[in-house]
């Protein structure tokens, strides 16, 4: 089955820190791309981050760059962000997102990109 499992979320205080873990299963890992979604009420879904799983190379937006850090671990096929100074307005349901490229180029921060997308985990910063 394919499918993306997140976990890792819930409450922190402003400037406090969470690793979220996005856990892949039938699909080719190491030829994907996995990204970070955030969505608020009211609001639209946001990309956070990304990671192509077969060179590495990463993706942020200004919103979280210096403070998020996205890594992966091909072996286990799983992708990590890890959070630190937290801010209220970091507060969302933060979803994992794959695809599986097979060379080709894609647009990083585009929802529609992505085929794959975990159930969600709620992250509440207090202030």
């Known amino acids: 089955e394919v499918q993306l499992v997140e976990s890792g979320g819930g409450l922190v205080h402003a400037g406090g820190s969470l690793r979220l873990q996005c856990a892949a299963s039938?699909?080719?890992?190491?030829?994907?791309?996995i990204a970070w979604f955030r969505q608020s009420p009211g609001k639209a879904r946001e990309a956070v981050s990304c990671?192509?799983?077969?060179?590495?190379?990463?993706y942020y937006s200004d919103s979280v760059k210096g403070r998020f850090t996205i890594s992966s671990d091909n072996a286990q096929s799983t992708a990590y962000l890890q959070m630190n100074s937290l801010k209220p307005e970091d507060t969302a349901v933060y979803y994992c997102?794959?695809?599986?490229?097979?060379?080709?180029?894609?647009?990083?921060?585009?929802?529609?990109?992505?085929?794959?997308w975990g159930q969600g985990t709620q992250v509440t910063v207090s202030s």
């Open positions: 997102a794959g695809v599986v490229l097979g060379g080709r180029a894609w647009l990083w921060g585009l929802a529609q990109e992505y085929d794959i």
């Open positions: 990671i192509n799983a077969r060179n590495g190379r990463t």
């Open positions: 039938g699909f080719t890992f190491d030829d994907s791309a």
